[in-house]
């Protein structure tokens, strides 16, 4: 496989606000990749510079082999782009926002648009300023996709859809997977990212720490579990269980609060010998987890390659 998107010590400042610093990785054709980080790391950032909206202060970026300022016309006749924000005609119907779109990419599949617009749910007789937030994100979708681009590049692509619509989405973006095109994604949604993404960079305060597999995500989920049982149980029962990093005492030994890092399986099992009333298991926020993931850290990137497998 072919790298696609080629990013090499890319950096831009913003005087004396954070922008990002020294930033490599690639995405290899026909992939999904998640760019993924809290609010503010950076994400939007990368994206505008990788779209050439932006001028880095130091680095280079390549797409299909194409540099990013220098030839950043044909880079984007490539490309389908989602915007963070929309800023688009409020008095023109969605209709009218698509068919502008269409002419300009010298015209699209009527058919594979109106699947489109069917398939997200979206009114196009509307005017952009009466839609939600929700519907206006579906015209950015619509126009991002319609004309079946070698690449796709969304920022944060799923703010403001309702959960049906955010599993056609990621229906969309596996067939782009399987048609042998490629999507390069932000999101600060990490259940997101792993249901759609092959390999994935996480960003955080403008530096890269974590470049690889999405499976390899799992060393830093972390979310509590809290078990009710019938009668007093021995804490000792889950200390040093597999994946357990911390285990409470509630409501007279009747239950227990866990910290548990990766998979529950051991715990579950460990429980199951028990009579258990209740399990309710909560995960925290991707910023919760950055903050204990890298707390300490000095953000130094972290070597890492990004390997085709």
């Known amino acids: 496989m072919t790298a696609i998107i080629e990013v090499n010590s890319l950096t831009k400042h913003y005087g004396s606000k954070r922008g990002i610093i ?3 990785f690639s995405v290899e054709e026909g992939e999904i990749f998640g760019f993924l980080g809290p609010n503010g790391a950076g994400k939007t950032t990368t994206i505008r510079l990788l779209m050439a909206l932006l001028r880095g202060d130091a680095g280079t970026a390549r797409i299909a082999g194409l540099d990013i300022w220098q030839q950043s016309v044909e880079i984007k006749r490539l490309i389908g782009y ?6 688009l005609d409020p008095n023109m119907t969605g209709g009218q926002i698509l068919e502008y779109f269409g002419h300009l990419r010298g015209g699209v599949d009527q058919a594979y648009l109106k699947q489109l617009i069917a398939r997200l749910d979206c009114d196009p007789s509307r005017k952009f300023r009466q839609y939600s ?12 996709f319609m004309h079946r681009p070698r690449l796709l590049i969304l920022d944060e692509p799923t703010g403001g859809l309702d959960p049906l619509n955010q599993q056609e989405f ?15 994604l932000s999101s600060h949604i990490l259940n997101e990212v792993e249901q759609t993404c092959n390999h994935v960079a996480i960003i955080r305060e403008g530096q890269l720490v974590r470049i690889g597999l999405v499976d390899e995500l799992k060393d830093i989920k972390r979310h509590e579990i809290t078990i009710t049982f019938a009668h007093a149980v ?28 990766g998979q529950a399986d051991a715990v579950i099992k460990a429980a199951a010998q028990y009579s258990v009333i209740a399990v309710s298991s909560h995960e925290p926020s991707l910023e919760d987890i950055f903050l204990r993931y890298y707390e300490g850290d000095s953000l130094a990137v972290k070597e890492a390659s990004h390997v085709v497998h």
């Open 22 to 24: 020294d930033v490599s």
């Open 234 to 261: 021995p804490i000792e029962t889950f200390k040093g269980l597999e994946g357990v990093e911390q285990v409470e005492t509630l409501a007279n030994g009747h239950a227990l609060r866990l910290s548990v890092q």
């Open 133 to 144: 937030s929700g519907n206006k994100r579906k015209i950015g979708i619509i126009q991002a």
């Open 170 to 184: 990621e229906r969309m973006l596996k067939e782009v997977r399987d048609d042998g095109r490629t999507a390069f």
């Open 82 to 87: 989602l915007p963070g924000e929309l800023a």
